[in-house]
């Protein structure tokens, strides 16, 4: 999710929360208030201002280091989708791994949107 949404989804950013410590992941930090913050990364764009991104929330578990965005609709979904793409391509070259959680209501925009920057539909959480 892109900055300009994560202050209407922070419900369902703690519901994430707790699916994933309910599935055994662990060191949970995410970007909202109460938790420690991801690591953030600048992606400088020729021609444009720097952006950064972080993403929403990354855990561990059985020594990897998951990367996971809400999939959910959004304002900007070209934004978004940048924002997956460039994670997607961190987690290739750092051996993370990348997942998409997302609601009901949301769930077709989210695999519309996986399918169009090549990720896996295996990779999309439904809670």
């Not at 992941?25 to 970007?31: H, L, Q, S, T, V």
């Not at 900007?76 to 997942?99: C, V």
């Amino acid at each position: 999710m892109i900055q300009t949404d994560k202050e209407g989804y922070t419900e369902i950013t703690l519901k994430a929360i707790e699916y994933l410590e309910s599935a055994g992941y662990e060191n949970i930090r995410a970007d909202i208030a109460d938790y420690p913050q991801p690591k953030g990364y600048r992606k400088s764009t020729k021609g444009m201002e720097d952006t950064n991104i972080v993403p929403d929330i990354v855990a561990d578990k059985h020594g990897y280091q998951h990367i996971f965005e809400l999939g959910l609709k959004s304002a900007e979904p070209r934004m978004l989708k940048s924002k997956w793409i460039f994670l997607k391509t961190l987690s290739e070259m750092k051996n993370y791994k990348l997942g998409i959680i997302t609601t009901k209501g949301h769930i077709k925009f989210a695999t519309e949107n996986a399918k169009s920057v090549q990720l896996d539909e295996k990779k999309i959480i439904r809670i």
